[in-house]
């Protein structure tokens, strides 16, 4: 071989990537709840304590997070398997230090019968789940990363500008082999695993060309922070649904509750704009009102539940009365709309995607971060098995088997609730006849149940 | 209907009409047997290139001198270019090397965990890096082909010699590893042949592995009795290949003929061999057989699994013992 050609092959490798370019192992784009967590999860994972991973995110470092006194509007409801991820990466210890509300007792409702459905474990001992602060889970993860993620660099105040995927050409038209990713402070990155945890509007998403669903609800979401009048041990959650979309109370604190409420656009518009009174005022009416109850489902209802009574004793309602509002946070009313998104794969050559830019579902029954936890602890686990065969952290096998494992668990998830959503939407009587027999029926099977709540929980 | 995974559902259809050909096609060579009738020496043009200039050295220099095979280190941009798109062909995990890709889930812990044993056994208790056991070992993958289990042994720490007859597959594998240079530092390819290697590296590797080779050259004995020769006292051989039994018959038979899943003569059933048969040919060379176990893929899931029957696929682990090279009288220089 001349020396000519290998110069030629010098420069064409490494003047170009001498000076921007970077080659790392995986890039994870997103710092939000699951990028940061998945970033967490590899900081701590021995098999990639020798190789790179960068931590991309467009905000900037706010440094260590301090607890502010008032409570965030912005909350989610953790379920015992994400307690156990965040376990696990040592973040709940620095939760527990802050604070988070446990949720022993569920109640469901609706406007239009006197259905309802109450989950809780048997002794309220063991919690269905907890209720953190957006804000207090991003500052334990992010405090946790830094302490112990010498093999991941974050890059803040950096996305990526440009993608190049593999077997698409350069400038220079040399086919890609890895992800090549143009930031926008210059640098050029590549790496083997480019992880998509950027949102349910991902980039990645969009310039992978990944085939994704989308259907809009027509619905916003509005969250505010509630007072309560009663000062007791708070730690039940409350749902009632309207049939302009369901209302959900989650205990955030001895008198103070985190409120979701899903509705029109128009009526979210008009919620957020009204005065702080007439706000409350609204809440209480939604909780407590009777407007929309059927007749003539009313009187078929209680004679089934009579009935149902002399078969299954103790199968009684044992409603409790919701709690009474009478305050708002100031400043804590926000509203944004709601969609169900789901990718029809998660995975692609050399890049795979977490949490909202994989699927996004509507709020009702607070299972869509914990699916994006569940993404981060069962990617986690095949790249430290993908790892452990010396394979490549982008291979295909091993993504494909975190695409199956997902979709297995978050497909049903996501028929049933957006099911509920449309059973839920309508008046229409034989349907909430229907709805109000079976829920009743469920809520006195125990067993259905006691089913119902492990799958949540898992 | 909307949720529908529409690859799993391609994927699936794909395993249906594949079924057997991976199965089949575990053929590290396939590509170019079938466009060379028989070849007479396992490997091509390029190997006899290499022999034939050894040859003439020894004339020349009239003392024959052993010198070690060159590695291929640099290969200029047009070949880097034109071997890149074929290695795609190699590394293409859904492609045509399918079954090879997610057989290193079966060979790469069965190689590592006898390694690792193996070591603590003769040198007592060792640390080892949980992200780089395989560090400090030597390990010759015979018929590397592209690289698919040179590569992850790489990256588990080892130094891997990779060894083909095929100039192309060398280079092949040559321009992959490139894309990755902390791990090009732990691999060297080399075109030669296992005879070749023994000139220069007897009794030299950690570990010799032979993985889907055995079924594909022409002088069996031969070339296993140089594979052992190349293990280094304590060292192991693995091999992984196909049994001659009824049952491979059928497989060869139905992929190659009745489904034409695969290019007829990729495999040759009368070049297959029973573990019994190639154990005994290990032990006259001084190895003693640890394990002998049945790998089964299934064409569905398209994963390889354990499994006690050895009658399609199996694997051989072997080490180099004092005792059995005293047993066999086999002189260690």
Redesign the interface.
């Known amino acids: 071989m001349s020396i000519k050609s290998i110069e030629h092959v010098f420069k064409v490798h490494f003047s170009s990537t001498a000076i921007l370019s970077e080659k790392v192992d995986v890039v994870i784009s997103g710092g939000g709840m699951v990028g940061a967590s998945m970033a967490c999860a590899l900081a701590q994972n021995e098999m990639y304590r020798n190789k790179k991973v960068v931590l991309l995110e467009a905000a900037s470092d706010k440094g260590e997070f301090i607890l502010p006194e008032a409570y965030s509007n912005r909350t989610c409801s953790l379920s015992p398997a994400t307690v156990k991820l965040f376990e696990s990466l040592g973040a709940w210890d620095e939760i527990k230090n802050m604070r988070y509300q446990p949720v022993k007792r569920m109640q469901v409702w609706e406007s239009c019968s006197d259905a309802l459905i109450t989950f809780n474990n048997e002794d309220l001992c063991d919690n269905l789940a907890y209720i953190v602060e957006n804000d207090v889970i991003l500052g334990a993860i992010m405090k946790r990363l830094k302490a112990t993620g010498d093999n991941v660099d974050i890059k803040f105040n950096t996305k990526a500008t440009n993608y190049r995927f593999p077997g698409e050409k350069d400038e220079n038209d040399h086919k890609e082999s890895l992800v090549s990713l143009e930031l926008s402070n210059g640098q050029t990155l590549q790496t083997n695993l480019l992880i998509g945890a950027d949102g349910f509007q991902s980039s990645i998403r969009k310039k992978a060309n990944f085939h994704t669903i989308h259907t809009d609800y027509k619905q916003c979401a509005v969250v505010a922070t509630l007072q309560l009048a009663e000062t007791f041990d708070n730690t039940v959650a409350w749902q009632r649904f309207l049939k302009t979309g369901p209302i959900a109370l989650l205990p955030l604190g001895p008198n103070l509750s985190s409120m979701v409420w899903s509705t029109t656009a128009e009526n979210a518009r008009n919620l957020k704009q009204i005065p702080e009174d007439s706000f409350v005022d609204a809440v209480n009416d939604a909780l407590w009102h009777d407007r929309d109850k059927n007749p003539v489902v009313s009187s078929v209802f209680n004679s089934f539940t009579d009935a149902l009574n002399n078969i299954l004793p103790g199968s009684l309602l044992s409603k409790q009365l919701p709690p009474t509002v009478i305050g708002v946070q100031e400043k804590s009313r926000a509203s944004f709309p709601l969609s169900l998104t789901h990718s029809s794969n998660y995975v692609k050559s050399r890049v795979a995607l977490i949490g909202d830019a994989a699927h996004r579902i509507h709020p009702l029954a607070g299972q869509g971060v914990n699916l994006g936890f569940g993404d981060v602890a069962c990617l986690n686990e095949l790249l430290t098995n993908c790892a452990k065969h010396g394979g490549d952290p982008g291979s295909l096998t091993h993504l494909l088997d975190y695409e199956t494992e997902r979709q297995r668990q978050i497909i049903p998830v996501m028929v049933t609730i957006d099911g509920l959503q449309c059973l839920y939407s309508t008046t229409l009587t034989p349907i909430v006849l229907l709805r109000s027999l079976g829920l009743h029926t469920v809520h006195s099977l125990d067993i259905i149940k006691n089913q119902i709540i492990k799958q949540a929980s898992s | 209907m ?7 559902l391609s994927r699936i259809l794909q395993n249906l009409r594949i079924k057997y050909e991976s199965q089949m096609s575990t053929s590290k060579w396939s590509v170019r047997t079938s466009q060379e009738t028989s070849p007479s020496y396992p490997l091509d043009s390029g190997l006899r290139h290499y022999s034939k200039t050894s040859i003439t050295r020894c004339i020349q220099n009239n003392e024959p001198k052993a010198e070690r095979p060159r590695a291929q280190t ?4 047009e070949e ?2 034109r071997f ?2 074929l290695a795609q062909l190699w590394w293409d ?2 492609g045509e090397f399918e079954a090879l ?2 057989m ?2 079966l060979r ?2 069965l190689i ?1 965990d006898s390694l690792i044993e193996q070591n603590t056994k003769a040198s007592g208790k060792k640390d080892v890096k ?3 056991p395989l560090e400090g070992f030597k390990i010759l993958d015979v018929g590397s082909g592209g690289g698919i289990l040179t ?6 720490g080892a130094f891997v010699i990779g060894v083909d007859a095929s100039e192309e597959n060398i280079k092949i594998a040559q321009a ?1 590893v ?4 902390k791990l090009a530092r732990n691999i060297k390819y080399i075109c030669a042949t296992v005879e070749d290697m023994v000139e220069t590296e007897e009794r030299s590797f950690d570990a010799v592995i032979a993985s889907e080779v055995v079924e594909h050259v022409a002088d069996r004995d031969m070339f296993l009795k140089a594979c052992c020769k190349l293990v280094k006292p304590g060292g192991s051989l693995f091999l992984t290949t196909l049994n001659k039994t009824r049952m491979s018959y059928l497989a060869v038979v139905a992929s190659e003929r009745v489904l034409n899943l695969v290019a007829r003569g990729t495999h040759d059933w009368n070049k297959f061999v029973s573990p019994e048969e190639v154990q005994y040919t290990l032990t006259q060379n001084g190895l003693s057989t640890r394990l002998v176990h049945g790998m089964m893929y299934n064409p569905l899931s398209k994963r390889w699994r354990w499994i006690k029957d050895t009658s399609i696929n199996y694997a051989i682990h072997a080490v180099c013992t004092d005792e059995a090279l005293q047993l066999n009288k086999v002189t260690v220089e």
């Open positions: 909307k949720y529908i995974n529409y690859r799993a640099t290969i200029d941009q880097i270019d890149s798109a995990e859904s890709h997610t290193n889930e790469v812990p590592t949980i992200d780089q590569e992850p042994l790489g990256r588990l992959h490139m894309h990755d240079e």
